[in-house]
């Protein structure tokens, strides 16, 4: 599904798909994109599309993709879009194992970002690119309903279990200060992401009791 196709959430599978997310996390430490996160999230296409609410600026999607195709030289492996609001997320997954986010080079006393974080930001920042190019374009118009589109990048990866505080709070400042072309790239461990969807999901259960 290299194009975007129409999808409209159902919140009854959405739970199920959600509990099933908790129970990979838990009974896996380290987690293979290839073999496992990107076959898990294909064929829960639920959980997929409320990957974009871990951003605040989406609350309704209609647009699905996975391996979404930018323009030919480059593919997200996760799209998702509120083509009403022309407003779409862009998601690349790498492992979730122990080096996923930060390395110890045996010369060095502190950790660096590894080369599966690095390469997983370069992507997006390809992404950027390839998108700010293409604006304006026959093409561009084509693929998004318009000329013009918000558009927001996350990458997933890692575990928390691998995080020190110390390192987590380097993640965090990454996070908050990287800024592409005045876009943040945003960063998440699996397990931000699931305590992210619950608590969402927790919330809503308890203003839905109380309507």
């Known amino acids: 599904m290299k194009e975007f196709m129409a999808h409209t959430i159902d919140f009854v599978a959405y739970k199920k798909e959600l509990a099933e997310f908790k129970h990979l996390l838990d009974n896996n430490t380290e987690l293979s994109e290839s073999k496992q996160i990107l076959p898990f999230f294909r064929s829960r296409p639920n959980l997929s599309s409320r990957l974009a609410t871990l951003l605040t600026k989406f609350v309704e999607t209609d647009r699905l993709a996975f391996e979404f195709d930018i323009f030919g030289d480059f593919s997200s492996d996760l799209a998702i879009g509120d083509s009403a609001r022309g407003n779409y997320c ?3 997954f790498e492992d979730a194992r122990e080096n996923s986010i930060f390395l110890k080079k045996s010369n060095k006393y502190t950790y660096e970002f590894s080369p599966r974080f690095e390469h997983g930001f370069s992507q997006i920042i390809d992404w950027m690119y390839q998108l700010d190019g293409m604006r ?16 927001h990048c996350i990458l997933i990866l890692g575990r928390n279990q691998f995080l020190t505080e110390p390192l987590s709070q380097r993640l965090r400042w990454r996070n908050e200060n990287t800024v ?9 461990t699996l397990d931000d992401v699931y305590d992210i969807l619950s608590l969402r999901a927790e919330i809503s259960a308890a203003i839905n009791k109380q309507v």
Do not use: Q, V
């Open 90 to 92: 862009f998601i690349e």
């Open 136 to 151: 304006y374009t026959p093409k561009f118009e084509e693929r998004f309903g318009g000329r013009t589109i918000e558009y």
């Open 180 to 188: 592409i072309h005045s876009k943040h790239i945003y960063c998440y």
